[in-house]
């Protein structure tokens, strides 16, 4: 290897580093500040050495009195069902637009591609929801969003067209039908796009509040981003979530901080492992086809 050679790469190691912890100083500082006594975050601002560390925020956050756990266990439960359900859905009309026996399936594909570019609007999804049932309960958190996004099903019909056809047809010989072939052929072979659309499903219900806000009044099904937004926007608000009746008003800022580290936690945390599939599920689906 070359001077100009050893040059580039170490100039290139010094750019990656330059961007890791442009991405990850900032979220150090928000566990910080979680952790950091709320006094001194009047007193002195943000900072990476608080002069006093308190397990306040974390302790409110979690006590007896607050909703954060129950409106966990339902985000949690609607990312869960959500996710499952919209990624089989995306597969099996994936697969369907990838089968040549599909006489419409070109037609199919530019009636879903015509939804990527128009959108009804938010007064027929919000009326299209109540007819179904879909309003103040905890389907209306899941069902609104279970529709497929088109993208999603392009990424997977076109790494689907990239599995050799003999597959089909050597399942159709042994007698199997379209959803035996289907589930117990094709699903394992598109684990790569199966675990990328499904990370995309996860952090959309995950991080999704707007079908709370609009579907949602009742309290006890309110996700925890929901209940993030109104920490944020209301602070009284935040003063009852937290701690009921007991009239003691809890960490602000640390509080704010605190309901965001557990927020981003369990996604943080599942990325690692869909990470070897993530990066060949997006750049085959994007290819093939």
């Known amino acids: 290897m070359g001077l100009a050679e050893k040059l580039q790469l170490c100039f290139v190691y010094v750019y990656v580093t330059f961007c890791s912890l442009a991405c990850v100083v900032p979220f150090i500082l928000v566990i910080i500040v979680s952790f950091t006594d709320e006094k001194s975050i009047t007193r002195y601002g943000y900072s990476f050495f608080p002069a006093e560390w308190t397990f306040t925020a974390y302790e409110t956050l979690f006590s007896p009195r607050s909703s954060v756990p129950r409106a966990y266990s339902i985000t949690s439960f609607v990312t869960i069902v959500g996710t499952v359900s919209a990624t089989l859905i995306t597969f099996g009309c994936g697969y369907t637009l990838a089968n040549k026996q599909c006489k419409y399936r070109n037609v199919l594909a530019l009636y879903f591609y015509v939804t990527m570019v128009f959108s009804a609007g938010l007064v027929p999804w919000y009326m299209v929801s109540r007819a179904i049932g879909a309003f103040d309960n905890i389907w209306a958190l899941i069902v609104p969003s279970l529709m497929f996004s088109p993208f999603n099903m392009f990424l997977t019909r076109n790494f689907i067209r990239g599995i050799p056809d003999?597959?089909?047809?050597?399942?159709?010989?042994?007698?199997?039908?379209d959803v035996t072939t289907a589930f117990a052929i094709y699903l394992p072979l598109c684990l790569p796009v199966i675990a990328t659309i499904s990370l995309f499903y996860a952090i959309g219900y995950w991080n999704n509040y707007f079908n709370a806000v609009m579907l949602v009044n009742d309290k006890n099904i309110f996700t925890l981003q929901m209940l993030l937004f109104r920490i944020q926007s209301e602070i009284t608000e935040m003063n009852r979530v937290a701690q009921g009746a007991i009239r003691i008003n809890?960490?602000?800022?640390?509080?704010?901080?605190?309901?965001s580290v557990v927020t981003m936690g369990p996604i943080i945390l599942l990325y690692p492992f869909l990470q070897r599939y993530f990066v060949k599920g997006m750049v085959v689906g994007a290819i093939k086809g």
């Open 250 to 259: 809890p960490p602000k800022e640390s509080f704010k901080m605190a309901t």
């Open 166 to 177: 003999e597959l089909s047809e050597s399942a159709k010989m042994d007698g199997a039908g």
